[in-house]
């Protein structure tokens, strides 16, 4: 499988401490081999599945063989829909 990755993704991950990345790094690697673990749950209303990993939450969605991140932010706020939703105007 291969991995696409938005700039805003890519920005969010820049900007993380060692720790954070390697966690948010694991779950990457770990979806790039199962798509749609146990934890995932589809986005009403987009074509993105969603994914915790520590505090951080993932969005992304397969298309062919490749897994797409779209974001990557906290989880216990709205703000990564809040994302979402402007990036998809």
Do not use: H, W
């Amino acid at each position: 499988m291969l991995l696409d990755i938005t700039r805003q993704a890519k920005n969010f991950l820049d900007q993380l401490d060692a720790k954070q990345f390697r966690q948010i790094g694991r779950k990457i690697l770990d979806l790039m081999d199962d798509p749609k673990p146990g934890d995932a749950r589809p986005l009403r209303g987009y074509p993105f599945m969603r994914v915790d990993a520590g505090e951080y939450r993932i969005v992304y969605r397969i298309e062919d063989n490749i897994l797409r991140i779209a974001l990557i932010d906290k989880r216990n706020d709205d703000e990564v829909y809040k994302k979402l939703e402007r990036s998809k105007n």
